[in-house]
């Protein structure tokens, strides 16, 4: 691992951006793991949806990036969109796991 003032060829930065994306993959499959769970234990699809928890992960995500000095216009909208492909995962799930719709996803 080199800090970004020892990187002195561009090898070296794509290398260091690699390790990063591997590293953020391994936490996306974390997280998605709990995602996964989480759909187990609800009971109806409905309760995918809270907004009260989204409005608090997003406040959350934003003091770090205020934090970490981190373009909120920019890491806010990604935010979202993982929120959202995460609900409608859940949605998909617990329907599935309760018989409830067809299994099919268009995604």
Avoid at 69 to 95: K, S
């Amino acid at each position: 691992m080199r800090k970004p003032e020892e990187c002195t060829e561009k090898a070296h930065i794509r290398d260091e951006i690699d390790r990063i994306d591997r590293a953020l993959v391994a936490l996306f499959s974390e997280r998605d793991s709990y995602v996964r769970r989480m759909a187990e234990l609800k009971a109806d699809p409905s309760e995918a949806r809270d907004d009260d928890r989204v409005k608090a992960v997003l406040d959350k995500v934003l003091a770090e990036l205020e934090t970490h000095e981190l373009a909120p216009d920019l890491y806010m909208q990604f935010w979202e969109d993982l929120i959202e492909v995460n609900i409608a995962y859940e949605e998909m799930a617990i329907a599935a796991l309760h018989g409830e719709g067809n299994e099919t996803s268009g995604a």
